[in-house]
């Protein structure tokens, strides 16, 4: 299964994102060889670098391990293909712009069946690769199309409430784990994932949070983040965790939704 990361914090930070670790699990100590993205939030836009590689032999990843950029929140995904080719289409995180904000998903899983069930329509999104998670991340779309209006966010309580039935949707097809992020409020769900050993069972993701009164750094494997002079909030998610700290299991069929650094 492919493996996610994403990462919210109060101010835009200094960020090294070396990957160094996660890009080992991308076809070097690990299966995930099939591609890998990152996107970043920067000024109400959204960069966004993915290839169709290993995460672990890629020169992209070797650019970013050299210029640091800032950022408040942050999404990588890296695949192992169960579903479409091995092409660039194929790779996650994907963007979409709705009500005038970019929309971003990734998912870790295999959901059989989703595109033939008559629940996920896709509304007017539709998918531009093969693969089971932009078809899902279409219809999530398809689902929040009808609470969004140019500039005029939704309120934070109707969006968690489609974020919520959707992950309940899409846990009878399949390890389902996904983040989600509007720009505003990151989402993450937890379901089940191939464990090291060989099992398919919860933990689908786990979260670190820390606060730091005078912006401090934090240090993980392939992560560094620095906001020196002001008091921070972090919290990350990963597929694994990625340091030796006190890294939490996300109950199974948990979402949680995260703004600034902190868990709402």
């Known amino acids: 299964m492919c493996e996610l990361f994403a990462m919210s914090t109060r101010v835009p930070s200094t960020i090294t994102l070396s990957l160094e670790e996660f890009s080992r699990h991308g076809g070097q100590t690990g299966p995930h060889k099939d591609g890998w993205g990152i996107a970043w939030y920067e000024q109400g836009d959204v960069h966004l670098l993915k290839e169709a590689t290993s995460a672990s032999t890629s020169r992209t990843i070797q650019y970013i391990k050299e210029n640091p950029f800032h950022s408040a929140l942050v999404l990588c995904h890296i695949r192992k293909a169960t579903q479409g080719d091995v092409a660039s289409r194929n790779c996650q995180p994907s963007l979409r712009e709705l009500g ?7 998912h870790n899983g295999n959901l059989k069946g989703l595109q033939g069930d008559p629940r996920f329509t ?9 693969t089971d998670s932009e078809y899902a991340f ?11 209006r140019p500039n005029q966010m939704p309120s934070y309580e109707a969006r968690l409430a489609v ?6 949707d899409l846990r009878e097809l399949g390890p389902a784990n996904f983040l989600y992020s509007d720009g505003e409020v990151l989402f993450a769900h937890a379901h089940q994932r191939h464990q090291s050993d060989d099992t398919i069972r919860a ?7 820390r606060h730091c ?5 934090f240090e993980g494997s392939g992560l560094q983040i620095s906001a020196r002079g002001s008091e921070q909030d972090v919290v990350l998610i990963a597929s694994v965790p990625l340091s030796h700290e006190n890294w939490q299991p996300l109950a199974e069929g948990a979402v949680i939704a995260v703004r600034h650094g902190r868990e709402l």
């Not at 005038?100 to 990734?106: C, K, R, Y």
């Not at 933990?203 to 949070?209: E, N, T």
């Not at 009164?213 to 750094?217: H, I, K, S």
Request: charged share 10%.
């Open 100 to 106: 005038g904000v970019w929309h971003s998903f990734a």
């Open 122 to 130: 896709t509304g007017s999104y539709q998918p531009v690769g093969e």
């Open 138 to 148: 279409c219809v999530l779309l398809g689902r929040m199309e009808t609470l969004w």
């Open 163 to 168: 974020v919520q039935a959707f992950a309940a």
């Open 203 to 209: 933990p689908g993701l786990w979260r670190l949070a």
């Open 213 to 217: 009164a005078e912006g401090g750094v």
